[in-house]
């Protein structure tokens, strides 16, 4: 069975950090592109950022330069360094693991910015 658990997620004051964790179990990660997406209320789910199996990574205009993606195959895990938040990060964050015939979700973890 597989799974993608997510944690980190929280309440944090503008202008803070938090770091997102995604911990696999039921697939080896290495051969995945994964993702963190998230989705706001009445707002469609979107992309934060991805990293590929060789390493590339890509984010959204919007997080660009405050957002960090890593990944730790031997740990099977991937992280996402969120700083300099704002109340427009405030969505359910979840974890993709994407492969051309294989598609699996976590179950999403909460991040809220305010003050």
């Known amino acids: 069975q597989v799974q993608l658990v997510e944690s980190g997620g929280g309440l944090v004051q503008p202008g803070g950090s938090l770091r997102l964790s995604c911990a696999a179990s039921?697939?080896?990660?290495?051969?995945?592109?994964m993702g963190w997406y998230r989705q706001a209320p009445g707002k469609q789910r979107e992309l934060v950022a991805a990293?590929?199996?060789?390493?590339?990574?890509t984010y959204s205009d919007s997080v660009k330069g405050r957002f960090a993606i890593a990944r730790d195959n031997a740990k099977n895990t991937v992280t996402l360094q969120m700083t300099s938040l704002k109340p427009e990060d405030t969505a359910v964050y979840y974890c993709?693991?994407?492969?051309?015939?294989?598609?699996?979700w976590g179950q999403g973890t909460q991040v809220t910015v305010s003050s």
């Open positions: 993709n693991a994407n492969h051309p015939i294989r598609d699996y």
């Open positions: 039921g697939i080896r990660i290495s051969i995945y592109r």
């Open positions: 990293i590929t199996h060789g390493g590339t990574t």
